[in-house]
């Protein structure tokens, strides 16, 4: 079975950083592309943005909310996710979901996020 | 400021019909194709409808999902007290370079 599991999430102050992390196994890790989602309190889902796998470069896309602040990595020997947050505001405090991505780029782009894990939360507070 | 709308809300008695919008434009929905997601009060989301209208295993067939131009629907027949969730349409945007949530509908069984 697919599983991933979220961790690293905290209490943090604004301005400062924070790492996290999605472990993962039951599946080929380093065939996948893998996406960060996260939801605010009382909002709803928001795409933080993605890694391609080794095989596309590995290469990453960022929501215009987060980029320049949030970086997306893999570890493909660990089967491992990262999401490093820099500059952090009250504004992204939310339960960070890790997803696997299936993505297919033809005439037309069928990308969707087909497991999830359970989210670790982040408050980002003085 | 999600570039996808839904309705705040959706809602119908048990074993009713309940379908929920989903609008976008031209470099989104109407370039692409839409899924569907479910969260369960206290639970992650999970995928519900990917490629317009197919089911994951697992997801009963009450479930469908259509797309037509820059618009979507998620259909849930036969709806059970179990349906009680938030349901949220994506899709990849070709401008932004990004994938983009709607707004979110929640569905309340009456």
């Known amino acids: 079975d697919e599983q991933l599991v979220e961790s690293g999430g905290g209490l943090v102050q604004p301005g400062r950083s924070l790492r996290l992390s999605c472990t993962t196994s039951g599946f080929t890790f380093g065939d996948y592309a893998m996406s960060w989602v996260r939801q605010a309190p009382g909002k709803g889902l928001e795409w933080v943005g993605f890694i391609r796998s080794k095989a596309y470069g590995g290469r990453t896309e960022y929501a215009a909310s987060v980029e320049g602040r949030f970086t997306i990595s893999r570890d493909d020997s660990k089967s491992i996710a990262y999401l490093q947050m820099n500059s952090l505001k009250t504004e992204d405090t939310a339960v960070y979901y890790c997803?696997?991505?299936?993505?297919?780029?033809?005439?037309?782009?069928?990308?969707?996020?087909?497991?999830w894990g359970q989210g670790t939360p982040v408050a980002v507070s003085s | 400021q999600s570039v996808l709308t839904q309705p705040p809300s959706a809602s119908g008695t048990p074993g009713q019909r309940v379908t929920i919008s989903c609008s976008g434009g031209s470099f989104d929905i109407g370039s692409n194709a839409v899924n569907w997601y479910q969260r369960l009060p206290g639970t992650a989301p999970r995928l519900l409808i990917y490629?317009?209208?197919q089911r994951p295993s697992g997801v009963p067939d009450r479930f469908s999902g259509s797309k037509s131009g820059t618009s979507a629907s998620l259909a849930i027949s036969g709806l059970l007290a179990d349906d009680e969730a938030d349901y949220y349409c994506?899709?990849?945007?070709?401008?932004?370079?990004?994938?983009?949530f709607g707004t979110g509908t929640k569905v309340t069984v009456l």
């Open positions: 490629d317009n209208n």
């Open positions: 994506a899709t990849w945007h070709d401008i932004l370079n990004g994938y983009v």
């Open positions: 997803t696997r991505v299936y993505i297919e780029v033809m005439t037309a782009v069928s990308f969707y996020l087909d497991y």
